[in-house]
């Protein structure tokens, strides 16, 4: 069974810091999704990352995935409110197509 | 191009009922997922199909539970003699035909509530 494990669990931070949110797993991942859900909504797909090292970002969003492919993270510089919500990291086993294993969730307060 | 529709968002039933959930995919999408989502608890893979094809149904319980996605309409998550403990968010994502890896989109969800 693939576990990915999200850390931290929650994050409360003032406006202008910088943040980090780790994914890690002892298993290897064919690609790496991470999603950010608003209470009483579904996921909404920011990034997928697929090769070993590689590194996306999105406006303040910094997400990069391991060497190994089996671990990843997401750093958010000078957060705003805006970005308060559930960070869900998940990935692709690749032995079954499609079924994504998700970590428990990042949840982020950022306070004005 | 409309996203991932769900209907209803808000489902209430009294134990032993039936409950049946709806999704549609994005446009050009033929890949339907669904999953659960407990209180406190994160997303948990339920089950893949295809049109008219299940492939992968590994999470779904082993009773109660059936989903299906015909050829015509939506997809269709059946729960039958529903319990206390059904009660959680179902999301159903879509993605398009894809080689070695696929982005999943999510719909709003519906949440289930067992009374």
């Known amino acids: 069974t693939q576990l990915l494990e999200q850390s931290p669990q929650f994050l409360s931070i003032q406006e202008g810091e910088n943040l980090t949110v780790y994914c890690n797993s002892s298993?290897?991942?064919?690609?790496l999704q991470w999603y950010r859900q608003e209470p009483g909504e579904g996921p909404v797909l920011l990034v997928t990352?697929?090769?070993?090292?590689e590194v996306k970002k999105l406006k303040r969003l910094t997400f990069q995935f391991g060497d190994a492919r089996k671990d990843s993270s997401l750093h958010i510089t000078a957060a705003q409110p805006g970005d308060t919500g559930l960070y869900l990291c998940a990935g692709d086993g690749g032995t079954s197509y499609g079924k994504l294993t998700f970590g428990q969730g990042t949840i982020l307060t950022v306070h004005p | 191009n409309a996203g991932v529709m769900q209907n209803p968002r808000h489902l209430v039933r009294r134990r032993g009922q039936e409950a049946r959930l709806r999704c549609s995919p994005m446009k050009g999408h033929s890949h339907v997922y669904w999953y659960r989502q407990l209180p406190e608890e994160g997303l948990k893979f339920m089950v893949y199909l295809q049109k008219e094809n299940i492939i992968d149904e590994s999470g779904m319980p082993k009773e109660r539970f059936s989903a299906e996605f015909p050829k015509e309409g939506p997809s269709i998550l059946r729960i039958q003699q529903v319990v206390r403990g059904d009660s959680a968010a179902y999301f159903c994502a879509s993605s398009p035909p894809a080689g070695v890896w696929a982005e999943q989109y999510f719909g709003p969800g519906t949440r289930l509530t067992v009374t």
């Open positions: 990352v697929v090769t070993g090292g």
């Open positions: 298993s290897v991942f064919s690609s």
